[in-house]
């Protein structure tokens, strides 16, 4: 049976508390270092290459000629290689340390070099640490970035919030602690017990999904179309009476946020993609990175912006997601992929790394025995991937 709505999301916070208290080993293990690099193996030749203990400082000339061996001599493995060399759209999971960023920058490196850095490529993540080390990594690699404009006139490495300013947006002011602090307070008695990140997550996916027909801000699908599934986004069955006070909220949600003048994040994406309707914008190629920290209504619009059928490359695991809110599958992106350019399933490749090479063997298994236990509870929180560790079974 499924558990009550109240102990089923005490319940996934738990698991999903344990298996991020499990991966955060990885990085407390992983060496300094380049985050899009810690997924790469490198060979007998690179660990050569690297300094011994005892040795003197190298010259400048003598570091970057071992920096530049070290580079080259990074492998991939056949997976990485695999999803580095596939010539469609791309829909890439894996855990944490398994390489999905290192095969976004070959990818991305890839396209620069055959086109002979004529390609307007975007890369994309909501995180700006992980933005401004992607950016460090492609200026380590020679690779030229463009000035900020969209579309870039060659390589450009962006947050979700810098590219909202790019295309003129307006700021998003109500994320989920002020919707908590906020709009909360004036909603709760009338949601029927529910927990506030249960009513914000059907507000920001499903009354809000890929395939929505919202035509402005603050609208959503039909009540109808809601009410055919009654599995909620963070995974738990709600009562149709359940769907109904959630659908009435989110009206009562949309007015207040409209007497206060007052935008949230698929607010901005819709009128995002409303603009983009009317005065396209496209590049070559996009990169979304941790795919998992966006709504579907951002995705949707960072999928217009490419105008290639071949050249998206979306990277993320949905076990990782902590964006409150946020909650769908890659499935999901697969589908808005082949909406978007009309294309059947064989012209989208998705693919998944295994492989972990941050974490020590009993931390992986830890992690995968947390992780079966949060999908065998709520099967559709999130997608599926058994990983192993490097040396596993020595």
């Known amino acids: 049976p499924m558990p009550s709505q109240a102990a089923a999301v005490a319940q996934e916070h738990a698991l999903r508390h344990l298996a991020g208290e499990a991966r955060g080993a990885l990085a407390r293990a992983a060496l300094p270092?380049?985050?899009?690099?810690?997924?790469?193996?490198?060979?007998?030749?690179?660990?050569?290459?690297?300094?011994?203990?005892?040795?003197g400082e190298p010259g400048e000339g003598e570091r970057g000629e071992g920096a530049e061996r070290v580079q080259q001599a990074l492998e991939l493995s056949a997976e990485q290689a695999l999803a580095t060399e596939c010539r469609q759209s791309l829909l890439l999971q894996g855990r944490s340390g398994t390489g999905k960023t290192l095969v976004l920058l070959r990818r991305l490196l890839r396209r620069h070099s055959s086109a002979n850095g004529t390609a307007s490529q975007l890369y994309v993540t909501k995180s700006s640490l992980l933005r401004e080390q992607v950016a460090a990594d492609l200026d380590s690699a020679g690779c030229p970035r463009a000035r900020v404009s969209c579309p870039p006139d060659g390589v450009l490495c962006l947050t979700w919030g810098q590219l909202v300013q790019v295309l003129q947006g307006p700021r998003a002011v109500v994320g989920y602690n002020r919707f908590l602090q906020s709009y909360w307070p004036r909603l709760s008695s009338y949601a029927r017990g529910l927990s506030p990140l249960v009513v914000w997550a059907e507000f920001c996916t499903r009354l809000r999904p890929f395939g929505g027909s919202m035509g402005s801000a603050g609208e959503c699908i039909l009540l109808a179309e809601y009410l055919r599934d009654?599995?909620?986004?963070?995974?738990?069955?709600?009562?149709?009476?359940?769907?109904?006070?959630?659908?009435?909220?989110?009206?009562?949600?949309?007015?207040?946020?409209?007497?206060?003048?007052?935008?949230?994040?698929?607010?901005?994406?819709?009128?995002?993609?409303?603009?983009?309707?009317?005065?396209?914008?496209?590049?070559?190629?996009?990169?979304?990175?941790?795919?998992?920290?966006?709504?579907?209504?951002?995705?949707?619009?960072?999928?217009?912006?490419?105008?290639?059928?071949?050249?998206?490359?979306?990277?993320?695991?949905?076990?990782?997601?902590?964006?409150?809110?946020?909650?769908?599958?890659?499935?999901?992106?697969?589908?808005?992929?082949?909406?978007?350019?009309?294309?059947?399933?064989?012209?989208?490749?998705?693919?998944?790394?295994g492989l972990n090479y941050r974490c020590d063997p009993g931390v992986v298994a830890l992690a995968n025995s947390v992780t079966r236990l949060l999908l065998g509870r709520f099967p559709r929180c999130a997608d599926s991937i058994e990983e192993r560790a490097l040396g596993e079974g020595r």
């Open 230 to 353: 009654d599995i909620a986004a963070m995974g738990m069955r709600l009562e149709a009476g359940d769907l109904h006070a959630i659908f009435w909220l989110f009206g009562e949600y949309s007015r207040l946020k409209q007497s206060l003048q007052e935008f949230d994040d698929i607010d901005v994406a819709v009128m995002l993609r409303r603009a983009l309707d009317k005065s396209p914008v496209q590049c070559d190629a996009i990169y979304i990175d941790e795919a998992q920290d966006f709504s579907p209504a951002e995705l949707v619009v960072l999928l217009r912006l490419c105008r290639d059928p071949r050249g998206v490359t979306v990277a993320g695991d949905t076990c990782q997601t902590i964006t409150p809110g946020s909650a769908f599958s890659f499935r999901d992106i697969s589908g808005a992929l082949r909406r978007r350019f009309q294309v059947d399933g064989s012209q989208v490749a998705m693919l998944s790394l």
């Open 33 to 55: 270092g380049s985050r899009a690099l810690a997924g790469a193996a490198p060979s007998a030749e690179a660990c050569g290459a690297m300094a011994q203990p005892g040795e």
